[in-house]
Each structure stands twice: as C-alpha cells, then as structure tokens.
C-alpha cells in the first residue's frame, strides 16, 4: 500500500491510496484456495475441483469482495498513521472507467482511489481555573409555600351535592343527548357526565344553559358549533341538547390540616410544608444550575476560538433548520409572522451551529485530556433521574431502559457533557448570589430567549 496526500487546505485532507495487483492478487488466491476446500461443482468432488475452475466460478464475485475488504483495511491504516483525527467517516471515491475498472477485475492493474476527509481541529485550551462565574440562587418563601400548597389543595377539590341553583364552580351532573335538524349524531350524547362551570370544556354556550339549573330539572340547550371545530361535518351547526340535571355539587377544598397531608402519604402539616418547600427548592436549584451551565458554555464559546469542520457545521444545521421548518409547518406561521426573513433567520441558527459544534469538540477535548470516563454508574443515575420526571410512571420508564438498548445509547452524550461541564465547574471560580425567585426565574427566562435551540442540545461530536 501507497499513500499521497493530495490536498491539506485547512482541515481538509485528500489522500491517494495505490494497492498493488500482486497484493490483490493473493489475497483472491487465499480466497480462491478457501473456498476450492469447501466447493461442490458439477463432475467433481467436494475440495477436488481445479483452481482453474474455482477461479472461472468465483473468480469476479471473489475480487470485487477483497477490493472493498482491502479498501476497508487500507483506509483505517492510512488514518492510523497520521497525527490527527477525521471528523467523520472519509469519503471514498473509487475508479470510475470501465476499462481500469475491468484491469483491477482482472488483477492487471493496481487499484487506487482517492480518500477525502475533514480532520479535527487543534484546540489550544484555556486555563479552566481562569473562568470567573457568578451562580444565582433563591431561596422558596413562605408564600411560595402558602401558594403551593393552596395549588395542591384546589387539585384535591371534592364536591358534595347541594339543593340550590347551579353556580361558577358547581359541578353538575347531567344525562344530554344532542340532535342537529332532528337527527342525533355520533359523540353527542352521554350519560352522567360531569360538567364544571366555568371550565369551558364544552362547546360554548353549553355551560352558560346549565347555570342556575337544579337537581331533577329537565331542559334544552341550543348552541352552534365553533366554525373552526376538529369535526368538520359538525363545525358551525346549530345543535339541540336536551338535557336531564341529575345532581349540582359545591367544590369542598380540603382543609390544610394533618388529615389532608395524611390523605398525600404524609404524617402531618410540618411534614407536607416541609416536603413543599423541598420541592420548590429542587426546582430553584435546577434553574440555577440551567443559567450556571449556561454561563460557563457562553465563557468557553468567548474565549476558544478554533476552525471548524463544514461538514459537522453543516450537519448540524440541517438538524437545527429541520425542527424549525417542522415548528413552523405545525403553527402554521411564515417567517413574515415572526417579524424576519428565511435569509436573516438562516444567518441566526447558522451561527447556532456552529456554536454548537464548537462547544461539542471543545468539551470532547476537555474529557479527553482528563479522561473523563462514562461507567455503569453514570447511566444509573441518568435513568433513575429520567425516571423521576415521570411521577407514577417510575417503574415503566426504568423498565423501558432494560429493554431498549438504544435508548441507553441515547443517554450517554448528554450524561457525558453533564460530567464533563461538572468537571470544569469544580476547577473555576463560582460565586454564589442570593437573588429573589422572581429574579431568578426572569434570568432563566432570559436565558431560554436567548439560547434559542441550542438549549439542552447534547455536545457529542467527538466521542
């Protein structure tokens, strides 16, 4: 084997590859001789047939299998010997004309082709203990906790029946069975149905003919069907409900007490205050640490600056612009809507990918040169911490992970880049700001508006 190079303009590399006939030519005689031991051809016995007639037989099949095997080889050996990595996977462009295509056939003429590929950037990293950040924190006040638990409280409404008209609030209880021009039709009719006024979960109008109405009372509900109904042979038809009330019951909120946090799995009040504020607090930590770790990637992306590969730019922007074309289509909304043009949004989310691939490579070069490793471990939390963002469902989502080996697969970008960027954290200088959590959430805010897609993309280009 001969290797040239050809072209190293930047990153890019471009490599001529010769393998001589005599090379190709014994691997398809240990071919050929393999399969002459194991071959059946007609008037002779098995592993007794001429090489001359294995030769006629498998002949062509057997080359065109040793050339893609040996271009196979050589290209992984002619990047083994290089001081760089590729980007991706190399290009390879084999011999087009008919007639050297059918001398390397023949194993008369020495095969080459020509390899092109993009190789990774040589990042010159900075001091990581030079990096200065100021980390918000808040703290959850007895309001915040007043509220929730209110919030929890309104979740757990009961009701209990009363004789008097129906109200804002009141569920009612009710048996309806719609017809248009006399004739029923299908989804329109139901018995003990409950209907809480106010929620406008109904077509509207309905709710406003139950309001007032008692127990027992029977009547009609005439109301016309929004133009813009998901059943279009019912939209803007005027519809007659005849209606049978069967109970009107007032909203009970539960009162805050110990039996309350009881009826949660609780012992008491202090303990459901105190699982409250727990909560709110976690969340506040997870905002907190969200802006952190968006300010350490906005640090690294100010102070490395390095060539990027096109083809992983490029390829990143086809996923980028791939969701905002499918964002759009299922809106509904043109560019114009939005206030901008392709071109000037093109522009933004170009830039987008290549922060994106910069800071893909730049963590990647990071855990590298500290041998940032994934174990077991690491993909056990991971799961166990996706799982908890399933309340209930726990245990079918651990049990998905068991069987879905790409979904682990999945896991180990993100779970690599969290370990990474904790790594670099543990180096740099944060300092903590105690902030409200009205400042906190508007700093989040802020972050989410300008992060754009880059927001929870996983960095995983290099490894």
């Not at 050809?6 to 001589?20: A, D, P, T, Y």
């Not at 139950?210 to 127990?215: E, Y």
């Amino acid at each position: 084997m001969q290797v040239t190079e050809m072209n190293s303009e930047g990153l890019k590399r471009e490599l001529k590859v010769v393998i001589g006939a005599g090379e190709l030519a014994e691997r398809v005689a240990a071919k050929l001789g393999e399969i002459q031991n194991k071959a059946h051809l007609k008037g002779f016995r098995p592993g007794k047939a001429p090489i001359a007639h294995i030769r006629k037989a498998y002949g062509r099949s057997v080359m065109a299998e040793v050339v893609q095997q040996a271009v196979n080889e050589t290209t992984e050996q002619a990047l083994k010997g290089r001081d760089e990595k590729p980007a991706s996977a190399p290009d390879i462009k084999l011999p087009e004309d008919e007639g050297t295509v059918e001398q390397v056939m023949a194993g008369n003429a020495d095969l080459e082709y020509v390899m092109s590929f993009e190789v990774l950037p040589k990042i010159d990293l900075k001091d990581l203990k030079s990096i200065k950040l100021e980390k918000l924190v808040a703290e959850p006040t007895d309001e915040e906790v007043t509220k929730s638990l209110d919030e929890i409280r309104e979740a757990n409404t009961g009701y209990e029946a009363k004789d008097g008209g129906a109200e804002t609030g009141d569920r009612v209880t009710i048996d309806f069975a719609g017809s248009i021009d006399g004739e029923s039709f299908e989804g329109g009719a139901a018995e003990d149905a409950p209907v809480i006024l106010g929620r406008g979960r109904f077509i509207p109008g309905f709710e406003d003919g139950l309001m007032g109405a008692k127990a027992g009372d029977d009547t009609m509900i005439s109301v016309t069907f929004p133009e813009d109904y998901g059943a279009a042979h019912l939209a803007g038809k005027l519809a007659e409900f005849k209606v049978t009330v069967k109970e009107v019951a007032r909203p009970v909120k539960p009162e805050a007490n110990d039996e309350f946090a009881k009826s949660l799995g609780l012992d008491s009040m202090d303990k459901l205050d105190s699982a409250i504020k727990d909560r709110i607090a976690r969340e506040y930590e997870t905002v907190s640490k969200t802006k952190l770790k968006k300010s350490l990637l906005d640090a690294l992306d100010d102070t490395h600056k390095f060539e990027l590969p096109p083809s992983l730019v490029e390829g990143e922007f086809k996923a980028i612009w791939a969701d905002i074309e499918q964002q759009m289509q299922r809106s509904g909304k043109t560019f114009e809507d939005e206030d901008s043009t392709e071109e000037t949004t093109r522009a933004e989310y170009q830039g987008m990918a290549e922060r994106r691939v910069r800071l893909g490579l730049l963590l990647s070069e990071i855990g590298q040169r500290n041998e940032i490793k994934i174990g077991d471990d690491d993909i056990k939390r991971a799961i166990i911490e996706r799982a908890r963002q399933y309340p209930g469902q726990e245990s079918q989502v651990v049990e998905y992970y068991k069987k879905n080996a790409n979904a682990v697969a999945e896991l180990r970008a993100p779970v690599y880049e969290e370990k990474v960027v904790s790594f670099i954290l543990e180096l740099a200088q944060v300092s903590e700001k105690k902030v409200t959590s009205a400042d906190l959430l508007a700093a989040a805010h802020e972050h989410d508006h300008e992060c754009g897609p880059d927001c929870g993309h996983d960095h995983d280009h290099a490894h």
